[in-house]
């Protein structure tokens, strides 16, 4: 099962985000719309949107009104996949070449840019500090995220709480976000953003936990680039944590990180780490992230909307791919 | 005012802006925020001609100062260079500053200003890539992006605030300062975008060489020509003046050695 099919509720909405999205890179340099639409049109899960538009539907919902935090909101996370292939220097990503492999570094930057302004620009039609403070808060913790992520590269000996510190700003606060400032702006009660803003959060944690997970546990072809993505640039998740207790894991960890890695060398790791116990280890944290999610879920009023949630949660934990 | 003041001023607002986005990590792997004076001169030009200025309108200042950085930030990441730590966290340092200006601006309740900067940002962005387009041939397409680039930002804080009566004197200057950079990188052998698109343009470094050498002594005459219109103090003119003089001397001093 895919996870749109999860989204069949609101897809009307979805559709009309989707245009908006396609609108909002347009732009009057060919090359920039080209690849900002390149980037548009590679996909994705567009998660923070359906959150979005999800936690608007606990206030008045108006779709006018959402849309302004909805499309930003996938923007601001687009600009960020585009500078980030560039610091990890990626070729791929969902099996399509990058803005920097297409075009070179200059013009991702450049394209990041672009579609980081046009999200300010955008979601600046909604006057609202209390939500424009919560948003720019968390698009410094991003960054702070990934600089911490850069410090800690190829640290196999850093503990449980660096990773989850990282992955937390890396990850959880923009979908956090997400659905916080979706209820916000819908005019949600403040004990249900309250629930929504904490949903999001460990929705997100368990999100990027499965991801790591999936890193060594996919192929390649599934993911749309090398199984083992992860290691080879340095980045220690979970499953390696999870894995490192064992010695042997260890000292081959310890030996080739920080390689230039043959696919034979890079394959044998991924299996080992997929044959250890380790990818269950880090599921079961996974599921304690998500029985949090849900256990926020069930204070909020029941309704299609919470529904969805439920199973955008469940499917989250369960995802192949 | 007098010269010490303006300094001080400068110098003042400039560790506010460096102090504000300050990072451990990117101040240790990185250059650093570039924060030029020479704009920071141009940002508090109507404070210094005695125009009513507020706190919010010195903090919206600092964020645009902020924002130049954070685009220069990202000019700086290379082409030829694979994912190494100063160039990741360079990304990365573009990235924090866009943040830190954000929130300075909702912090401060100016919702219009942040709107304003976004806009501005996308005009220099698309400026920018019209260089890696290829589509600019004509000379004065890029002197035109050339102005756009270094001016937009500024531009709209003036225009924001009602200050565009300077703008025709700062766009003087800043593009003056600018092309005086490119003509020091040129003599250095050094290649930038910019010398690239006047090399393809003119079709020979010597051409884009002398082509700058008359850019620097026409601006220059526009400057003076242009400060003679403005109402400004003895100290301020000479002050400013005083900006463009390292360019001017570094340009006579390469004119002569050409």
Not at chain 1, 149 to 154: G, N, S
Not at chain 1, 280 to 305: D, F, M, Q, V
Not at chain 2, 131 to 146: R, T
Request: hydrophobic content about 40%.
């Amino acid at each position: 099962m895919k996870l749109k099919l999860l989204y069949s509720d609101i897809k009307p909405e979805l559709d009309l985000i989707e245009q908006e999205l396609e609108q909002a890179v347009d732009s009057e340099s060919p090359l920039l719309n080209d690849a900002s639409l390149h980037l548009l049109q590679a996909g994705g899960k567009r998660i923070r949107p359906v959150f979005v538009l999800l936690a608007g539907k606990f206030g008045n919902y108006n779709v006018d009104v959402m849309k302004q935090v909805a499309v930003p909101l996938e923007l601001i996370h687009m600009a960020s996949l585009v500078h980030d292939d560039v610091i990890d220097d990626s070729e791929i990503r969902r099996g399509k070449p990058t803005v920097k492999a297409e075009w070179n570094n200059s013009v991702a930057m450049y394209t990041g840019d672009f579609i980081l302004a046009r999200a300010l620009e955008y979601i600046t039609d909604i006057d609202s500090p209390r939500l424009h403070h919560v948003l720019s808060k968390t698009m410094i913790e991003v960054c702070r995220g990934e600089i911490i992520q850069i410090e800690d590269k190829y640290k196999l000996d850093q503990n449980l709480r660096d990773y989850l510190r990282r992955i937390k700003r890396k990850t959880a606060l923009l979908i956090s976000s997400s659905c916080e400032l979706g209820a916000m702006v819908s005019g949600a009660d403040e004990k249900t953003v309250r629930h929504l803003r904490k949903f999001g959060y460990y929705i997100g944690m368990s999100f990027q936990i499965i991801d790591d997970i999936l890193d060594f546990t996919s192929s390649d072809e599934e993911l749309g680039k090398p199984a083992g993505s992860d290691f080879l640039q340095g980045n220690i998740t979970l499953p390696i944590l999870c894995a490192r207790s064992n010695p042997e894991i260890y000292r081959l960890l310890q030996t080739n990180l920080n390689k230039d890695l043959t696919d034979e060398e890079r394959l044998r790791i991924v299996q080992t780490i997929r044959n250890s116990p380790a990818i269950n280890e880090a599921k079961a944290i996974s599921e304690r992230y998500l029985s949090k999610a849900l256990k926020e879920l069930n204070e909020l009023p029941k309704g299609p909307a919470r529904k969805t949630m439920r199973n955008i949660a469940f499917f989250i934990g369960k995802r192949k791919f | 005012m007098n010269e010490q003041q303006i300094h001080s001023k400068i110098t003042s607002v400039e560790i506010d802006v460096l102090r504000a986005v300050k990072q451990r990590t990117l101040e240790k792997f990185t250059e650093g925020p570039s924060v030029q004076r020479e704009r920071l001169f141009f940002l508090l030009l109507p404070f210094f001609d005695q125009n009513q200025w507020s706190d919010d309108i010195e903090e919206s200042a600092k964020t645009v100062s902020i924002v130049y950085a954070a685009l220069h930030a990202h000019d700086q990441v290379k082409q030829d260079i694979l994912a190494t730590k100063k160039q990741q966290l360079t990304v990365l340092a573009g990235d924090f500053y866009s943040g830190i200006y954000y929130q300075m601006l909702a912090s401060a309740n100016n919702i219009a200003m942040i709107q304003r900067l976004a806009t501005a940002i996308i005009k220099v962005s698309e400026k920018k890539a019209a260089f890696y387009d290829g589509n600019i041939y004509k000379i004065d397409e890029i002197e035109q992006s050339i102005y756009q680039i270094e001016t937009e930002l500024l531009s709209s804080f003036y225009h924001f605030y009602g200050f565009e009566k300077y703008m025709p004197l700062a766009g003087l200057v800043l593009t003056y300062i600018r092309y005086g950079t490119e003509l020091e990188c040129l003599q250095r052998g050094g290649q930038s975008l910019v010398i690239r698109m006047l090399n393809q343009t003119l079709r020979h470094p010597l051409h884009t060489e002398r082509w700058l050498k008359d850019k620097l002594a026409s601006l220059y005459e526009d400057i003076l020509w242009t400060a003679d219109n403005y109402a400004l103090t003895y100290e301020l003119k000479n002050f400013m003046l005083h900006q463009i003089t390292p360019h001017q001397h570094k340009a006579e001093q390469l004119t002569r050695e050409g």
